[in-house]
């Protein structure tokens, strides 16, 4: 998706933001389910206070993984564009993402490394926006406009 970014308009960079959270949400049903269950079967035990400590503690979990899952979101997308800049600085022997190596070759022929350093920039931006509390969304879509533009004008 990365890659693809240089040619995308508004509207394409809003959906791969988009899709992206839904693939971190995505897991997150199942371990609702089974928070719901507890929950459920530990209401008839429970008094109020005690199943309201018991709903904030699950809302804590899920939280904390979904964060998680956008954690691993913004290290892929860090990966990848480190594995561009070492390409094209000739030391593509120290790339890792090697499912990715067309789309990393295709980018490393055309970008300099301050751009590079730009878009790793813009990553490690919305890892502290999301730490102060914004959105993911949000975060997740300014750093996508972000490295599209440091995509359009790689030099």
Not at 12 to 28: C, G, I
Not at 35 to 43: L, T
Request: aromatic share 4%.
């Amino acid at each position: 998706m990365l890659g693809g970014l240089a040619c995308a308009d508004d509207a394409e960079v809003l959906r791969s933001a988009k899709e992206l959270l839904t693939a971190v949400k995505a897991p997150l049903e199942e371990f609702k389910a089974v928070q719901a269950a507890e929950a459920s079967e530990q209401s008839d035990f429970l008094g109020r206070g005690a199943i309201k400590a018991l709903e904030e503690r699950q809302k804590r979990e899920l939280t904390a993984r979904e964060r998680e899952g956008i954690g691993e979101v913004l290290n892929v997308a860090e990966s990848w564009l480190r594995d561009c800049l070492m390409v094209s600085q000739g030391v593509g022997d120290l790339a890792v993402n090697s499912d990715a190596s067309v789309s990393v070759a295709e980018m490393a022929a055309v970008i300099a490394p301050a751009a590079a350093a730009h878009a790793l920039e813009a990553v490690n931006r919305a890892r502290r926006r999301i730490t102060y509390n914004v959105s993911p969304q949000l975060a997740i879509e300014a750093m996508l406009f972000d490295i599209r533009e440091v995509l359009r004008c790689p030099r």
